[in-house]
């Protein structure tokens, strides 16, 4: 539900998704637009501090620090891919 920008990862509009959500089991359609209502919207930063919360519960604590951290860094390589293609093009065309 994210798109690359030039200031890293950024929500991307409904029409740049690509992704879907299938409900399975007893989970309904209710459900799966829930989550996308959720979370489509929501900057990088939004997302991290609310997966960082003590209310959302995993089996290994240190791997959820550890993915927290890889959401922060995928976003700076984002925005450093970003800005390389933008120096490259100025080069490029001078």
Do not use: Y
Request: proline share 5%.
């Amino acid at each position: 539900m994210q798109q690359a920008g030039p200031h890293g990862l950024e929500p991307a509009p409904e029409e740049k998704r690509r992704c879907s959500v299938t409900p399975i089991h007893h989970a309904s359609e209710v459900m799966a637009s829930e989550l996308v209502r959720m979370w489509a919207h929501r900057s990088i930063g939004e997302a991290r501090e609310l997966l960082a919360s003590p209310d959302v519960t995993v089996t290994n604590q240190a791997d959820k620090e550890l993915q927290l951290l890889k959401l922060l860094e995928l976003d700076s390589l984002v925005s450093e891919a970003f800005a390389s293609c933008a120096e490259a093009e100025r080069k490029g065309g001078a």
